[in-house]
């Protein structure tokens, strides 16, 4: 059996994500894990008169620890830590993954495909192909699936 202490969760705040923190939830608590849940505030870029590239947050970082702090455990007895990080959601996800020793990345995907994908990329992608941790990806269907 894989040796789970602890779980990383990071988080856009979709309804997506969600989903996935109820899944890290149960695994931290059925593996009595430490359960770390982490958001990236992305930089923006907006463009001067000059044509530079100009970062410019895209969300503010109180409002950002406001949402986090609402992030309660689904599980009992479940403990989380929070960490709010700046920068490139995937390069951060990696670094804490690596920072914490993670054992488990579980994040949401929102199955973005074709042109989106390509210029903006996709960040659970990046954290499966480099995390050093077995990454779980949890992507909620967009219709109902039939019965």
Do not use: W
Not at 44 to 70: I, K, S, Y
Not at 89 to 103: F, G, M, Y
Request: charged content about 20%; hydrophobic content about 45%; aromatic content about 6%.
């Amino acid at each position: 059996m894989l040796p789970i202490r602890t779980v990383l969760y990071p988080t856009d705040f979709s309804d997506a994500a969600r989903s996935a923190f109820d899944l890290a939830c149960a695994l931290a608590r059925d593996y009595r894990a430490t359960l770390i849940v982490a958001h990236v505030i992305a930089p923006g870029h907006v463009f001067a008169p000059n044509g530079a590239v100009v970062p410019f947050p895209t969300e503010e970082p109180g409002e950002a620890c406001d949402q986090l702090a609402r992030m309660h455990p689904t599980s009992p007895g479940l403990h989380a830590y929070y960490r709010l990080l700046k920068g490139d959601p995937a390069e951060q996800i990696l670094k804490l993954a690596t920072d914490v020793k993670a054992d488990m990345v579980v994040m949401a995907t929102h199955g973005t495909s074709g042109l989106t994908r390509l210029l903006v990329g996709s960040v659970a992608e990046s954290v499966m192909r480099k995390a050093e941790c077995p990454v779980l990806t949890m992507r909620i269907p967009t219709q109902p699936v039939p019965t």
